[in-house]
Nanobody, 123 residues
């Protein structure tokens, strides 16, 4: 499975961005999809995940109520809508996929990773 993330950029605090991740080379509807992020000097952390059908979503406490993850299986894409962005959200954002897990917030549980897209929030 190949993952291609896009949509990052520079935005002012309080603004919005929408990240997208396109998958190819596998059965997208069979994969749990997740978003993670890594800020400079920090470990990679979980942001959000969505179930295979899209009916269940999971969020880190730090983004709950501000970010929304969604997927369109017919288009092999997963999106992360980010609203009310804060400077603390600045990071390299990665999409990830795994065929075997039920859902997880641990990065080591995901087998496939995209290349990352940079999100920078200015104060």
């Amino acid at each position: 499975v190949q993952l291609q993330a896009s949509g990052g950029g520079l935005v002012q605090a309080g603004g919005s961005l929408r990240l997208s991740c396109a998958a190819s080379g596998g059965s997208f509807s069979a994969a749990i999809m997740g978003w993670f992020r890594q800020a400079p000097g920090k470990e990679r952390e979980f942001v959000a995940a969505v179930s295979r059908s899209g009916s269940a979503t999971y969020y880190a406490d730090s983004v709950k109520g501000r970010f929304t993850i969604s997927r369109i299986n017919a288009k092999n894409t997963v999106a992360l809508q980010m609203n009310s962005l804060e400077p603390e959200d600045t990071a390299l954002y990665y999409c990830a996929a795994d065929m075997n897990i039920r859902q997880s917030a641990r990065d080591k549980d995901y087998e496939y990773w995209g290349q990352g897209t940079q999100v920078t929030v200015s104060s």
